[in-house]
């Protein structure tokens, strides 16, 4: 079987020959999902040019007509070599098109199936997970490590170079959806076209506000307790289609970002000082520091834990993952409330 594990999708992107007869690519991410199934078709063959090498073929069309699918990921190419064949997304079921494949396990083709959410129970989804000739993909919304390491890797095919503080502004500004991500980053590419390092005017200048402002009025709201604000702005960012597990995640950083500074000021530092080592936007500085006088260290270590947890909840049970950031939002919004309550 194999349903791949988050840990061990890269190195099977990076594969050039996989063993398996299918890759089934899913997920609600539909940008990461098309990516990869991309990534691992070209992967698979010589010249992703040749269209003998690679064949792309309608979902649809496949499942209307199964045997057609077995047909061609046996056939013989002309000059040989190896063979992918890639099915764009269906709405209709292509078990009975992939049933005949893994069953003969073609040896010169692999068949990448490009899909959309599919439910653990989807039948598409547990013969790929059951069958010892198939692999199955999951793509979900890119977490901080994840942009981190697009961010990364579009800067060296550029042959650009950002520093750490650009690197975190560019994260931040960056959602969940992979696709829409590349393409804030094709913008940043072109607009620092002719120089070597891209700078966080840069960044300010050519990058669209994917997310930040919302995620800034987010956490600004919720470490102050106040919660009617907080749900205008979870609600924006749903709206925008932001994935819960990112949203959870900008309070995480900003919790540990919080915990930094008060063990600074517990050793006899200053709200002010530690706001100015943040490099926070001069708009939020009176925010974050009322944050940091409203929270202690302990309090603060409590929420880290438990947006830490919450994250890997939502990461790893998406259907859970709106409630999780719910119940998160509320529960630091309230503790914030009654710290706020205790300083009056």
């Known amino acids: 079987m194999v349903a791949v594990k988050p840990g061990d999708i890269a190195g099977i992107?990076?594969?050039?020959?996989?063993?398996?007869?299918?890759?089934?690519?899913?997920?609600?991410?539909?940008?990461?999902?098309?990516?990869?199934?991309?990534?691992?078709?070209?992967?698979?063959?010589?010249?992703?040019g040749d269209p003998f090498q690679l064949v792309r073929l309608d979902g649809d069309g496949v499942a209307a007509?199964?045997?057609?699918?077995?047909?061609?990921a046996n056939t013989i190419g002309l000059f040989g070599g190896r063979r992918a064949i890639w099915i764009k997304p269906s709405s209709r079921s292509l078990v009975a098109a992939l049933t005949p494949v893994l069953a003969?396990?073609?040896?010169?083709?692999?068949?990448?199936v490009e899909a959309g959410d599919l439910a653990r129970s989807s039948p598409v989804r547990t013969l790929c997970e059951r069958s010892p000739a198939a692999l199955a993909?999951?793509?979900?919304?890119?977490?901080?490590?994840?942009?981190?390491?697009?961010?990364?890797?579009?800067?060296?095919?550029?042959?650009?170079?950002?520093?750490?503080?650009?690197?975190?502004?560019?994260?931040a500004l960056l959602g969940g959806d992979r696709l829409a991500?590349?393409?804030?980053?094709?913008?940043?590419v072109l607009y620092a076209h002719g120089s070597t390092r891209v700078t966080e005017d840069d960044i300010a200048a050519a990058v669209g506000d994917v997310s930040t402002?919302?995620?800034?009025?987010?956490?600004?709201?919720?470490?102050?307790?106040?919660l009617p604000a907080a749900d205008q702005a979870y609600a924006k960012l749903r709206s925008e289609g932001?994935?819960?597990?990112?949203?959870?995640?900008?309070?995480?950083?900003?919790a540990l970002?919080?915990?930094?500074?008060?063990?600074?000021?517990?050793?006899?530092?200053?709200?002010?000082?530690?706001?100015?080592?943040?490099?926070?936007?001069?708009?939020?500085?009176?925010?974050?520091?009322?944050?940091?006088?409203?929270?202690?260290?302990?309090?603060?270590?409590?929420?880290?834990?438990?947006?830490?947890?919450?994250v890997g909840r939502a990461r790893r049970m998406p259907a859970l993952g709106a409630p999780t950031a719910e119940t998160t939002i509320w529960s630091i919004g309230a503790a914030a409330r009654r710290a706020a309550a205790r300083l009056r």
């Not at 007509?65 to 061609?72: C, F, G, H, Q």
């Open 13 to 48: 992107l990076d594969q050039k020959r996989l063993k398996a007869a299918v890759v089934l690519v899913y997920g609600p991410d539909s940008g990461l999902v098309a990516e990869r199934a991309r990534r691992i078709a070209e992967n698979a063959v010589d010249n992703p």
């Open 257 to 310: 970002a919080l915990a930094a500074s008060r063990i600074a000021i517990d050793r006899g530092g200053t709200p002010e000082g530690a706001v100015e080592r943040m490099r926070v936007h001069f708009k939020r500085k009176a925010r974050v520091e009322r944050h940091l006088r409203l929270w202690t260290s302990p309090a603060l270590a409590k929420v880290v834990q438990d947006c830490g947890k919450a």
């Open 213 to 226: 402002i919302a995620a800034d009025e987010l956490v600004d709201a919720v470490f102050a307790g106040d």
């Open 65 to 72: 007509d199964p045997l057609k699918l077995a047909d061609e």
């Open 104 to 112: 003969t396990r073609p040896e010169d083709a692999v068949v990448v």
């Open 181 to 188: 991500s590349r393409n804030e980053l094709e913008k940043l």
């Open 137 to 171: 993909i999951p793509c979900y919304a890119d977490g901080p490590r994840e942009l981190a390491g697009l961010v990364d890797a579009t800067m060296r095919d550029a042959g650009l170079q950002i520093d750490r503080e650009a690197k975190e502004q560019l994260v």
């Open 242 to 254: 932001m994935d819960p597990g990112v949203v959870v995640g900008f309070l995480l950083r900003h």
